[in-house]
């Protein structure tokens, strides 16, 4: 989904927001899903600009993160 | 305590304090009372206080002062009380994480950096007020905490910051001499600037975690909240180092030794990323403090290179939080929270997919290595510790603050855990305090605390007093 547009982007957001209300829609009153909708349509926008950032297949993750400091 | 006055202990430096303990001024069962009697007094009035651990600080003094006595000296926090946030696991005391579902919560152990205390010396007189699950559930604003939202000593209508509020505002009025806090994401240096302190931020994996409420496990950071930054190296000596149950620590020791740091000749980068939105107050004040710092140091206008630091750290605090509070959110406990908007905050989290996370992860490695390569250029790299000053206690904090609510060197300091330490440099609106942060390069906290000091020597705004 690199270069979403933001139709595609809201679509991503109500698709996900909708499995969040299968697990947990009986604990949401109205208010709660729209706060709910709202949240995942931040993390959306978060990650597709992380999508923005090219990597390469070469680029692992941290699995035990340490910060990084060169050894000069 | 026969010579030392209230006030003049209350605002003591751990250095201040030794020196009367040790030249028999005071003692640790006096100085142990008296910081009791000034958190049931003081310390509640600003929500800072959770439990009091009477009886084990009183057993702790009178071992203190018995070895002190007989001439056994552990060290400059021999004999001194503190706070400890409460997500520190502590036996003999509840550990509620600020969730009043949760106030009668108890663990068999002790946090690592509890036990790293107690053998330097240092008597746990409290456990302090935080904001629920130290803020991990979205709050946004002050009231959202099982004690009561956190109240600044400088003004009794502002917040004191979080989600390290009571430890904040513990030190601030004076009601221990130093606190541990907590920080993922601006937790020690949003209220160690909003009550008036130094605070520092260690390095990711100096200090063992082990022991603490987990929000966030490639985030999370403890950290000294004192009087001065000399009194921040002296907590962090106590309590850093490597620990067999914390895999994530760094395998060196860490050693605070002032007297082998310069005191001026240092070079420092000027960030000024954000201030256009800050407060006019917190931009002047920054503006006296590179005065005073040009004094001491090489100034050099920097900017950060262009990455995204806040959607990475935002990325990934939400997907371990989710993971690290499955078992409460599933549990149905999160309805019960202090903030409405804690009660929900839980959910969304929990369809981000894994793939965004390790994205997150995968880009943090270039961050890291891009952040090096500009803070081995300097000693520190210095801007305001926040664009403005406590919001106050009825209002969004969201609202308050703005676009600048979260500066870009906050994302990337904490996704790169990098160190940083807040110290005052001045008053903003409504009497409120305003401060500098020096942020330095991995492992380099002995540098920036070298700076903070030298700021320090040069100004007397961690000396001030809120007027209570």
Same mark, same amino acid.
């Given at each position: 989904?690199?270069?979403?547009?933001?139709?595609?982007?809201?679509?991503?957001?109500?698709?996900?927001?909708?499995?969040?209300?299968?697990r947990?829609?009986d604990?949401?009153?109205?208010?709660?899903?729209?706060?709910?909708?709202?949240?995942?349509?931040?993390?959306?926008?978060?990650?597709?600009?992380?999508?923005?950032?090219?990597?390469?297949?070469?680029?692992?993750?941290?699995?035990?993160?340490?910060?990084?400091?060169?050894?000069? | 305590?026969?010579q /030392?006055t209230?006030?003049?202990l209350?605002?003591?430096?751990?250095?201040?304090?030794g020196?009367?303990?040790?030249?028999? !001024?005071?003692?640790?069962?006096?100085?142990?009372?008296?910081?009791?009697?000034?958190?049931?007094?003081v310390?509640?009035?600003?929500?800072?206080?959770?439990?009091?651990?009477?009886?084990r600080?009183?057993?702790?003094?009178?071992?203190?002062?018995?070895e002190?006595?007989?001439g056994?000296?552990?060290?400059?926090? %021999?004999?001194?009380?503190? &706070?400890?946030?409460?997500?520190?696991?502590?036996? &003999?005391?509840?550990?509620?994480?600020g969730?009043?579902?949760?106030?009668?919560?108890?663990?068999s152990?002790?946090?690592?950096?509890?036990?790293r205390?107690?053998? /330097?010396? =240092?008597?746990?007189?409290?456990?302090?007020?935080?904001?629920?699950?130290?803020?991990?559930?979205?709050?946004?604003?002050?009231n959202?905490?099982l004690? @009561?939202? @956190?109240?600044?000593?400088?003004?009794?209508?502002a917040?004191?910051?979080?989600s390290?509020?009571?430890?904040?505002?513990a030190?601030?009025?004076?009601?221990?001499p130093f606190?541990?806090?907590?920080?993922?994401?601006?937790?020690?240096?949003?209220?160690?600037?909003?009550?008036?302190?130094?605070?520092?931020?260690?390095?990711?994996?100096?200090?063992?975690?082990?022991?603490?409420?987990?929000l966030?496990?490639?985030?999370?950071?403890? &950290?000294?909240?004192? %009087?001065? =930054?000399d009194?921040?190296?002296?907590?962090?000596?106590?309590?850093a180092?490597?620990?067999?149950?914390?895999?994530?620590?760094?395998p060196?020791?860490?050693?605070?030794?002032?007297?082998r740091d310069?005191g001026?000749?240092?070079?420092?980068?000027?960030?000024?990323?954000?201030?256009?939105?800050?407060?006019?107050?917190?931009?002047?004040?920054?503006?006296a403090?590179?005065?005073?710092l @040009?004094?001491?140091?090489?100034?050099?206008?920097?900017?950060?290179?262009?990455?995204?630091?806040n959607?990475?750290?935002?990325?990934i605090?939400?997907? !371990?939080?989710?993971?690290?509070?499955?078992?409460?959110? !599933?549990s149905?406990?999160? /309805?019960?929270?202090?903030?409405? !908007?804690d009660r929900t905050?839980?959910?969304?989290?929990?369809?981000?997919p894994?793939?965004?996370?390790?994205?997150?992860?995968?880009?943090?490695r270039?961050? &890291?290595v891009?952040l090096?390569?500009?803070?081995?250029?300097?000693?520190?790299?210095v801007?305001?510790t926040?664009?403005v000053?406590?919001?106050?206690?009825?209002?969004?904090?969201?609202?308050?603050?703005?676009?600048?609510?979260?500066?870009?060197?906050?994302?990337?300091?904490?996704? /790169?855990?990098?160190?940083?330490?807040?110290?005052?440099?001045g008053?903003?609106?409504?009497?409120?305090?305003?401060?500098?942060q020096?942020? @330095?390069? =991995?492992?380099?906290?002995?540098q920036?605390? =070298?700076?903070?000091?030298?700021?320090?020597a040069?100004?007397d705004?961690?000396?001030?007093?809120?007027?209570?």
């Amino acid at each position: 989904m690199s270069g979403s547009t933001g139709e595609q982007q809201s679509a991503v957001a109500a698709a996900l927001s909708d499995a969040v209300l299968v697990r947990y829609g009986d604990r949401l009153d109205e208010a709660g899903v729209a706060k709910v909708r709202g949240e995942v349509e931040e993390l959306v926008k978060a990650a597709e600009a992380l999508r923005a950032y090219r990597l390469t297949n070469a680029d692992e993750p941290d699995f035990v993160f340490r910060a990084y400091r060169r050894e000069s | 305590m026969a010579q /030392a006055t209230g006030e003049a202990l209350a605002f003591a430096t751990v250095r201040e304090l030794g020196r009367r303990l040790r030249s028999g !001024e005071t003692t640790p069962t006096a100085l142990a009372e008296f910081f009791i009697d000034r958190l049931e007094t003081v310390g509640r009035r600003f929500n800072a206080v959770v439990t009091i651990t009477r009886e084990r600080a009183m057993r702790d003094a009178r071992l203190a002062e018995a070895e002190l006595a007989a001439g056994y000296d552990r060290g400059p926090l %021999h004999g001194i009380p503190y &706070g400890a946030k409460d997500l520190l696991a502590t036996v &003999g005391a509840p550990t509620t994480w600020g969730v009043a579902p949760l106030r009668e919560q108890t663990f068999s152990a002790d946090a690592t950096v509890v036990t790293r205390l107690r053998d /330097a010396g =240092a008597i746990l007189v409290a456990k302090l007020g935080m904001v629920e699950l130290a803020g991990g559930m979205g709050y946004n604003q002050p009231n959202a905490s099982l004690t @009561g939202p @956190g109240i600044t000593p400088w003004n009794d209508q502002a917040w004191s910051g979080g989600s390290s509020s009571g430890s904040g505002s513990a030190v601030g009025s004076g009601s221990v001499p130093f606190a541990i806090g907590s920080e993922t994401w601006g937790s020690i240096l949003t209220p160690s600037s909003y009550c008036g302190l130094s605070g520092l931020r260690p390095t990711y994996g100096r200090v063992s975690r082990h022991g603490a409420m987990a929000l966030s496990w490639t985030l999370d950071k403890l &950290g000294p909240m004192c %009087h001065s =930054a000399d009194d921040c190296g002296l907590v962090l000596d106590a309590i850093a180092g490597p620990d067999p149950a914390d895999p994530t620590t760094i395998p060196s020791t860490y050693r605070y030794a002032p007297e082998r740091d310069r005191g001026d000749g240092f070079r420092l980068g000027v960030l000024r990323d954000g201030l256009d939105g800050a407060q006019p107050e917190v931009r002047a004040n920054f503006e006296a403090s590179l005065q005073v710092l @040009g004094q001491i140091a090489s100034l050099e206008d920097v900017v950060l290179p262009d990455l995204p630091y806040n959607e990475a750290t935002r990325i990934i605090m939400n997907a !371990e939080a989710a993971a690290a509070y499955e078992e409460l959110v !599933e549990s149905g406990i999160v /309805a019960d929270l202090t903030a409405p !908007e804690d009660r929900t905050g839980g959910y969304a989290r929990t369809v981000l997919p894994a793939v965004d996370y390790l994205r997150a992860l995968r880009i943090r490695r270039h961050i &890291g290595v891009a952040l090096d390569d500009l803070f081995a250029r300097y000693d520190g790299i210095v801007c305001p510790t926040t664009a403005v000053v406590a919001s106050p206690l009825d209002m969004n904090f969201n609202d308050y603050a703005g676009r600048v609510r979260r500066l870009p060197i906050g994302g990337a300091g904490n996704v /790169a855990g990098l160190p940083a330490i807040s110290v005052p440099n001045g008053v903003g609106e409504r009497g409120l305090p305003t401060a500098l942060q020096v942020v @330095g390069r =991995a492992g380099a906290e002995n540098q920036i605390l =070298a700076v903070a000091r030298a700021y320090q020597a040069r100004t007397d705004w961690h000396r001030r007093q809120p007027a209570l």
